[in-house]
């Protein structure tokens, strides 16, 4: 049985102490298990990155985006090996996990551009003789706690622009999934990034505790649940950490009598039931506007989703995979079943898959709900499995209102081919990425990812330009120089 | 006796409830009172504010910032006054309060170019036919709770920019100044803000707690001492709002070997001295580089601040005015005791100043004492008050390590004339704001306020361009367009 | 009689020489006349410029700005007087005068952002211990040459920001209608400009070519007609000098089956006739796909020209006003004419206006024509008149044709509800300033203005960012400071 | 005997013609021969590029940046090979040629990060319910046209970056060391470069007139000789192309009395001498300020010049090795031969350098000249050798006239440890890069390169913010949708 481990300073580190389990969410079989690191240990791990830091601080930043340079391409030379990585601990398919990877990298390429992205701003004569300007310095040792449900992903959003901007790092992963985000740290090595600049912790709430009460760790990027983002949030500002912290959402798509509703549910399809559902920007929720769209796209959906085929991450002809613990199996099918009770018709129903092989396995089948209501629990709550809800309403105005009425406001879409529709919505909707026609509306990595309302807790948004910013701190200097009388020398020639 | 109330809705508002008095603090006479606002009333305000706000939002920018062109040219023609008011409540010399105005007025004309400020980023082609664009939208209500220290200005910093980001807001000034803070923003009336847009209340803890709290309020800007804007900052943020909160300081200045002694003791004695130390940027210790430089400083300084006069606001030869309360004065008083006590040498002593005709007002004079040591409680303290304290190290290496380890890292100085000196001191100092041979390097509106370590609390600087991120949250779209028919269309002609 | 002369070095100058008539147009008599500037005159206005540059580059930006911030409210409390000059010599109407004025004001405003737009770039560490930053310093003495149909418009586009910038300026208005924007240019000394830093001379060709070869002038700015544009452009790069050249133009607009026709028209009624069609924006050709379409559109376009007036300027409810000059009314007339005669339909004539009391005026009446092909002469040129002419296609494919085969690329704009067709207009059409149901989509004056093709001669846009650009020439500085002892010096203590 | 052909269309192309020698300027011998291309052939370069046009500029940007990123990688592995190439032809000794190449990398990676370089500015509202943004389209087919001294670095400034924002490129290199230019570029088809979008032709005069005349180049990008610059400026110009052409040189150091005097020399050093001097950046003249720096400056150098060895490409120790040509090295010692005849004093002579196994080379050895006037031939004429001349001064004031008086301004530097000093030649010397301390400041690749006054013909810099301008043109939308129902729509019901 093999045990996963930390990377600290450069090296592979195992100290004894407890474990938990990992699983193969498709076979339900846990055939690994992770080390959960004590405080000792976080505190080794910062104590590393502290001492990396003056060092790397003062490496100019074309060097430091060199590093990222290499390691872009470590990154796709091994894709396959992480793509099985993800796929054993998270089960999803290797087209999904590559995908995954493909986004990670995408952060490494913009982090690349570090040079540019650093430039602060200079002014001539702010006053007469006096000049003044900006610098982007880094932080120091800084931190993130990532989920599973992208081990490849969502830490590339944070480490990459964090070490390029003269960081050091620490990551605390998920410990259900630790393998591939442990190997794509230990590339970095590779890519010659000195010891002591990345290091990687698995562990549970007393690792994350001692990151987010440490002194000498100045700020925290956290992905994850709203209730965990929010104590995250709280407990580093407490600390005199800066913090974003992203949690929950609910993502709805609009549906409008105009949309080309064959498009609309082909992108559905995807967005829904991709990765299990188990993305913060998975569409849950089909908000129809008018009942002849509502029929159409239940009508279009349903026969749509007779297509997809549930299974093990390594058959590339499968949709997607399970989820990720059998209580969490639990947890989606049981608000499949409330949804049945308090009234709304499950269409499709994923609760009783059939994945020959691999009976034990966390499955749940694609699953779409119609005539759902706002009063019902599985409506309330971000379910995180392969369920798509759908809402009727008459007008564009009451889908919209019910989108701001939620509590989260991640991300949200609408199918229309009105200009001026979409220019309504994406103007006035109270939710921070808007799709137009882009049922994941996951902005590029040269933008900026994140949610309005309690989606996420912190000023800026994370990777992109606002990550250059959060990973940075603003010195500014005023500079005037006295006359030494240098200048103005009538004469340096010898007396004669 | 006049009642000073507070300013809700385009209204000056006066509701019955509790009282403080308000003092000339250079006849000691408290010839006002100020309206403590109740829960109720800064309820008022904020309502107010948010009623106001969907139509504020939409109002184009350039209406917005046209409202800041017009607001400048009140301010620039109600100066007088505005330093009157000031003068009788704060102390400040008028042409201390007429250079608070003006600072405060950089920052309406920075406002002035929110157009420009306020643009996103657009990428055509982020995938094939899909594009992708950022807006930074406004967030709602903000707030603001300022020091009595720049009654004028740091409201300035905070409120034009704001309103022109097109959020609406509710400020609660010091309750020791109020006057030309409630005057100041009925001007905003004058040049055509709608009413609700800005609001004044006035306050203690009571009002406060409630724009802590209030989930109408999306944002607070927080200037004053360091406890209270720890408070301020956990707590709006354990409240859900985004904050910035500016705390104390401990401004130090190296003067090298190498320094033009006379070019730093002119600078040293504004910045230290002006407006009786009471700024957050004031330069209260000098670090002499060996004792050569030391002897010299502490014999120019002496002899130059034999021309300083202390006095009231309204006679312009004086240098610089009483403190803001008794209590305060006192305060000072005994932090200069105590450094006598701890073995400091009382060089210059400010502690039995004579004012002719004051001898009632809370008067402290320059005071200049040597030999201070980092353990003395005069050095660890903000002490606010016209009191410079020398400390003598060996080496610039020293100078910078005692800056580096006080809590506060506001603003900083190096007196030099060497290019590498200053080129090491700027970019390694941990402090926010730096200056070479500049005592007081606050940055001009157009770049951003902000200091390190326990001086500031929030991710971004007040005002410039950090104060526009701030004042803003992004929005991502996302857009792809399906073919709708339309544009392929063969023919539209007539059936023939 | 009177004699229209000068601006130089802050005063009015009129030396003796050879004049011009300029005329009412809505009269048809010449009222005053024009000193047309001698080569001596010209030099005289250069060298003034040339000698205040250095203070005027050396005064900080933000006390160049405040320049700006008064000009702007003296234009604004002048806007009538300047109007009503505009409409003598013009013969635009009051409320389109003000319009022009309005959008001459927003490059002031724009201007007044100078100390941000100003900004270099600031790189830390571009190696070991190295700096590098930009500065956008001034390039000294520029010049502008402008058309007739905007007097105050045009070259409030180019002065404020190259002022602001630090440029010292010539400006060469049209000899048509000078004396509104000799006017506008002596409010800037009433503003606080120093004298010499604006200058404007009125000329012909005489006055043209001594700025277009004298060394001291460093660039050249042109709005008028492609030929002349051309002769700008290249004399002035032959002369070493920076230029941007603005042609002519030939704006279509695609009127697409699914418009909002009432919209539409609405729109092009103003785009097309809206001071005499004589804007280098103006909507001179409708390309209507399908005959749907097309008839649809003449036949409401032709009703709602019944409510067009055309009278003198003094008249608001004139909708617009004389052509330039007797000559352009029969050139404009001649093109009806030619289209007549080549085959096209007129269905609205406009050449025989009545109006009552100005028989003598320069009148052409709102002309629209149908039926009109690509080969015919007044498709082909630049009309310059309230002349609306109707092309006919069957598809979006060959409306775009047709708009990238002409020879100008200055505007276009598309009337569609559908963002796909809209998006790959605006993506794929040759042309630098795209409408979306924008029929006159000139850009505001924080973007640039330009178009492509045979449209501008030059990299650089006009106004807004590029302007910028175009007004400052890039310094780049790398900066080491070799130790020089100061630093690490062990000790400055007196030896014991 | 090898002959050197073309890169057209992602094929090597040798189509019968004009050749010309390519000469081992070590050995003297030509052992290979270069085709010049004809016009035909240069035509086919662009039809090819044309064509390869519509489908390079629809392809979203970042898989464009991902051809330079595997560009990038190649360039590194290929790196010995590439220095060997450049030894061969030009002579320059491997350490600098491998410098040559990490600084066109340099620019590679530049462009890696062109989805950030190319965004651009959305502004929502710009009135009621109008969107406005700018997108920066490419141009269409752009060549560069680039001189013998850096074969490899000097393309690498151009089409990294035109192709990566979306344009095709014909590369007419210098017909005197084609190789490495060839070789490098064959090695973006293997990165991935759709064939077409990269081409190279080598030539003279025949095939630059075809690039400055055909329509389909939209802009030429030029690196030469002053007297060439001005005919490509004028000529693309003519032909309406946009055009930036980078002329000639002639760089002075002010040798300051403060400045640390080993530093500077060991800094000329390299300046001087690297590369022959055949540098637009060398630093060929050295102003000392008062003879005691000046007689130390003559006195440092001479006996550090000792050290120096010229020689062959392939032998590392070397320090520099022969000049291009054997006339050029005729013209070289001209120079030398008229600064003796009319004064100076040769101080160290480079005229007869002995290179044992070489002698029929094209060796100057390096030369120190003292004594040197403004009027002598060799001070006013770019040598482009291996010569430094000294010219004596008494003033800062004197030294920064002398530089400012020169046709050229390109590049300069300061030898100083005095800020102030530095600050005033930096803001005030009518050069476009400067180094304090600096001798060669070329501005790394993410800043830009230009010099002012005769150096340079554009109004924008060569790479960096500056050349992302220069290989795109702004398109400005402007956006409106009128309301078609459909968002407002009431009911979409079905009707009962």
Redesign the interface.
Same mark, same amino acid.
């Given at each position: 049985m093999i045990t996963i481990g930390h990377f600290i300073n450069g090296l592979s580190v195992a100290h004894e102490g407890r474990t938990q389990d990992v699983y193969n969410p498709a076979t339900g079989i846990a055939d690994k298990k992770v080390l959960l690191a004590s405080k000792k240990t976080v505190q080794e791990a910062i104590n590393a990155a502290q001492a990396a830091f003056p060092a790397w601080r003062?490496t100019?930043?074309?060097k430091r985006?060199?590093v990222m340079?290499k390691f872009?391409?470590l990154l796709e030379d091994n894709a396959d090996h992480i793509a099985q990585l993800i796929g054993q601990e998270h089960g999803k398919i290797s087209h999904d996990a590559a995908g995954e990877l493909q986004r990670g990298i995408?952060n490494v390429?913009?982090a690349?551009?570090a040079?540019?992205?650093?430039?602060?701003?200079?002014?001539?004569?702010?006053?007469?003789?006096? #000049?003044?300007?900006?610098?982007f310095?880094p932080l120091g040792v800084v931190a993130g706690i990532t989920p599973f449900n992208f081990p490849a992903m969502v830490p590339l959003w944070m480490y990459p622009l964090a070490i390029v901007c003269g960081n050091t790092f620490v990551l605390k992963p998920s410990e259900r999934d630790p393998s591939s985000t442990l190997f794509i740290a230990s590339l970095l090595k590779e890519a010659g990034l000195p010891d002591g600049v990345m290091n990687v912790v698995n562990g549970d709430k007393e690792a994350v505790d001692v990151l987010l009460t440490n002194p000498l760790v100045k700020a925290i990027s956290f992905v994850g649940s709203t209730p965990i983002a929010e104590y995250i949030?709280?407990t580093a500002?407490?600390h005199?950490k800066?913090c974003q912290a992203l949690g929950g959402a609910k993502n709805h798509a609009i549906v409008?009598?105009?949309a080309?509703m064959d498009?609309a549910v082909n992108q559905l399809l995807g967005a829904a039931f991709g990765s299990s559902g188990e993305r913060c920007m998975a569409l849950s929720v089909a908000v129809a506007?008018?009942?002849?769209?509502g029929d159409a796209l239940v009508e279009k959906m349903q026969k749509a989703m007779t297509g997809l085929s549930v299974g093990a991450y390594d058959e590339s002809s499968n949709d997607f995979g399970p989820v990720i613990t059998c209580q969490h199996k639990d947890k989606v099918v049981g608000y499949i079943d409330s949804a049945e009770q308090q009234g709304a018709k499950i269409v499709v129903d994923g609760r009783h898959p059939k994945v020959k092989g691999y009976e034990n396995g966390f499955f749940v089948g694609a699953t779409l709900i119609d005539g759902v209501t706002i009063d019902m629990d599985s409506y309330k709550a971000e379910i995180f499995g392969p369920v798509l809800q759908v809402i009727r309403v008459?007008?564009?105005?009451q889908a919209m209102q019910l989108i701001d009425d939620h509590e989260y406001g991640n991300g949200t879409c609408i199918f229309?081919? #009105?200009?001026?529709?979409?220019?309504?919505?994406? #103007?006035n909707i109270q939710?921070?990425?808007?799709?137009?026609?882009?049922p994941l509306?996951?902005?590029?990595?040269?933008?900026?990812?994140?949610g309005?309302k309690?989606s996420l807790?912190? #000023?800026?948004?994370a990777y992109g330009?606002?990550g250059v910013?959060?990973y940075t701190?603003?010195?500014?200097?005023?500079?005037?120089?006295?006359?030494?009388g240098?200048?103005?020398?009538?004469?340096?020639?010898?007396p004669s």
């Open positions: 003062n100019p930043v074309i985006a060199r340079f872009k391409q995408e390429e913009f690349c551009g040079p540019q992205l650093l430039k602060g701003e200079h002014s001539r004569n702010v006053g007469p003789g006096i #000049d003044s300007w900006s610098e310095q949030y709280t500002n407490a005199g800066r409008m009598p105009d080309d498009n506007v008018g009942d002849a769209a008459d007008t564009m105005q229309t081919r #009105d200009g001026e529709a979409a220019r309504y919505f994406s #103007d939710v921070g990425m808007v799709g137009i026609n882009v509306p996951v902005p590029v990595a040269y933008h900026s990812f994140g309005w309690r807790f912190g #000023d800026l948004h330009p606002d910013r959060f701190k603003r010195k500014t200097i005023t500079q005037r120089w006295p006359s030494s240098v200048r103005e020398g009538v004469s340096f020639a010898f």
